[in-house]
């Protein structure tokens, strides 16, 4: 399984090093900093491995270094007992106990992985609550989902410390009610969040500095406060997702060109890779109460859907908020298998702002999956076919 994933990676970079000579595209591999400007272009050292150097200047700079793992205090991560996301997904056996601590995104995923490959998973989270960025009724159905399938997920976790022996790691903490606890496992991952990697580009020699988390400032457009300087991605504001930075970049490149591009951040979707999978692209129905938006909703189950049965797959469902006057697509959240292909026409349907009479009125493939989307539609008008 490691050996298929290393031979996937491997092809999917030679295929970004061969879109580079196709695109003719000079690739300069080394560590970037900027060493200074002047009127007509920024100058930038590009330090390669074996400690040669060599300057070269830019009139447009795109910082688009990404993220890295946050590591706790007091906990070192050595990758082999103590792991962050990239020791992770690269265990050469099994472990018998995995302690997961976080139950954010990162920290699900690796979990899920590992425990359907047969580990025992327990997770502790620090916050009280289950996937606080999700709609309620996602984070109430992953619970039940994730618990079923033999996660033990602990909220409301206060860490005391983490110590190495030779059979594992312990980790002793507090529980919600206060009370002393100690978990031993074999191995742990520290999955608490990712931060910029914006530390050693030297971005004050440019009269630029990162905020206290280590992001840097932009507007709308990506434009940093240094004229033709433009940032992307995980180092900006908004969700730390590849395919925001992407578009991010795409919007970047067109800008620099000359043309007047933009993205749309109501619609860039969320995915967590567990199995199942959830899906979500605009508001949550919390959001939607907070701001006073009145709403319909609509939801159909999978347990019910003709494809999902085929597939053994019933679990979770789509939910569709709608607008109560208008009827505009407001969000869509959906719990399934393939729910991050799914969610693709919800994010279209809310880029053209349609209705859910719009999804409800487009003829859907059977079987599929894809029509518990439009019973969702339906349902948010009290019109579902299927139910």
Same mark, same amino acid.
């Given at each position: 399984?490691?050996?298929?994933?290393?031979? %996937?990676?491997?092809?999917?970079?030679?295929?970004?090093?061969?879109?580079?000579?196709?695109?003719? %595209?000079?690739?300069?591999?080394?560590?970037?900093?900027?060493?200074?400007?002047?009127?007509?272009? @920024?100058?930038?050292?590009?330090?390669?491995?074996?400690?040669?150097?060599?300057?070269?200047?830019?009139?447009? *700079?795109?910082?688009?270094?990404?993220?890295?793992?946050?590591?706790? +205090?007091?906990?070192? *991560?050595?990758?082999?007992?103590?792991?962050?996301?990239?020791?992770?997904?690269?265990?050469?056996? *099994?472990?018998?106990?995995?302690?997961?601590?976080?139950?954010?995104?990162?920290?699900?995923?690796?979990?899920?992985?590992?425990?359907?490959?047969?580990?025992?998973? =327990?997770?502790?989270?620090?916050?009280?609550?289950?996937?606080?960025?999700?709609?309620?009724?996602?984070?109430?159905?992953?619970?039940?989902?994730?618990?079923?399938?033999?996660?033990?997920?602990?909220?409301?976790?206060?860490?005391?410390?983490?110590?190495?022996?030779?059979? !594992?790691?312990?980790?002793? @903490?507090?529980?919600?009610? #206060?009370?002393?606890?100690?978990?031993?496992?074999?191995?742990?991952?520290?999955?608490?969040?990712?931060?910029?990697?914006?530390?050693?580009?030297?971005?004050?020699?440019? #009269?630029?500095?990162?905020?206290?988390?280590?992001?840097?400032?932009?507007?709308?457009?990506?434009? =940093?406060?240094?004229?033709?300087?433009?940032?992307?991605?995980?180092? *900006?504001?908004?969700?730390?997702?590849?395919?925001?930075?992407?578009?991010?970049?795409?919007?970047?490149?067109?800008?620099?060109? #000359?043309?007047?591009?933009?993205?749309? @951040?109501?619609?860039?979707?969320?995915?967590?890779?567990?199995? +199942?999978?959830?899906?979500?692209? !605009?508001?949550?129905?919390?959001?939607?109460?907070?701001?006073?938006?009145?709403?319909?909703?609509?939801?159909? +189950?999978?347990?019910?859907?003709?494809?999902?049965?085929?597939?053994?797959?019933?679990?979770?469902?789509?939910?569709?908020?709608?607008?109560?006057? =208008?009827?505009?697509?407001? #969000?869509?959240?959906?719990?399934?298998?393939?729910?991050?292909?799914?969610?693709?026409?919800?994010?279209?349907?809310?880029?053209?702002?349609?209705?859910?009479?719009?999804?409800?009125?487009?003829?859907?493939?059977? +079987?599929?999956?894809?029509?518990?989307?439009?019973?969702?539609?339906?349902?948010?008008?009290?019109?579902?076919?299927?139910?």
């Amino acid at each position: 399984m490691m050996g298929r994933k290393e031979a %996937i990676v491997a092809k999917m970079t030679k295929g970004i090093e061969f879109l580079f000579r196709k695109n003719k %595209i000079d690739w300069l591999k080394g560590h970037g900093r900027f060493t200074g400007r002047d009127e007509d272009a @920024y100058h930038l050292e590009i330090e390669a491995g074996d400690g040669s150097s060599e300057i070269i200047d830019a009139k447009h *700079v795109v910082i688009a270094t990404g993220s890295k793992a946050r590591h706790l +205090p007091d906990v070192e *991560v050595d990758n082999v007992l103590v792991c962050d996301n990239v020791g992770a997904l690269s265990f050469e056996s *099994v472990p018998k106990r995995l302690g997961v601590i976080g139950a954010g995104v990162i920290g699900l995923e690796l979990g899920s992985v590992w425990r359907r490959l047969g580990a025992d998973v =327990t997770v502790l989270e620090a916050l009280p609550d289950f996937l606080g960025a999700c709609d309620d009724a996602v984070a109430k159905e992953a619970w039940k989902i994730f618990t079923g399938q033999g996660l033990k997920i602990h909220l409301g976790v206060e860490l005391d410390a983490v110590g190495r022996g030779r059979k !594992g790691v312990s980790v002793a @903490y507090r529980d919600a009610d #206060g009370a002393a606890a100690k978990l031993e496992v074999d191995r742990l991952i520290v999955s608490v969040g990712r931060v910029p990697n914006t530390d050693g580009l030297n971005l004050e020699s440019i #009269g630029l500095a990162p905020d206290a988390r280590g992001f840097i400032e932009v507007d709308d457009h990506c434009r =940093t406060h240094a004229p033709n300087v433009f940032a992307v991605g995980d180092v *900006v504001r908004g969700p730390m997702l590849a395919h925001k930075g992407g578009d991010e970049g795409v919007m970047v490149a067109e800008l620099i060109a #000359g043309q007047r591009p933009q993205v749309n @951040y109501e619609c860039i979707p969320w995915v967590i890779y567990t199995a +199942p999978e959830i899906a979500w692209v !605009g508001k949550t129905e919390q959001q939607l109460k907070a701001m006073g938006r009145e709403y319909r909703s609509g939801q159909f +189950p999978f347990t019910i859907n003709g494809r999902a049965l085929g597939m053994n797959a019933t679990e979770g469902f789509v939910k569709v908020l709608a607008d109560a006057e =208008t009827d505009e697509v407001l #969000g869509v959240h959906i719990v399934s298998a393939s729910a991050s292909d799914l969610i693709a026409e919800a994010a279209v349907a809310m880029e053209f702002r349609a209705s859910a009479e719009d999804i409800a009125r487009i003829c859907h493939p059977h +079987p599929s999956l894809s029509e518990a989307l439009r019973e969702a539609a339906l349902a948010s008008d009290r019109r579902a076919l299927n139910m």
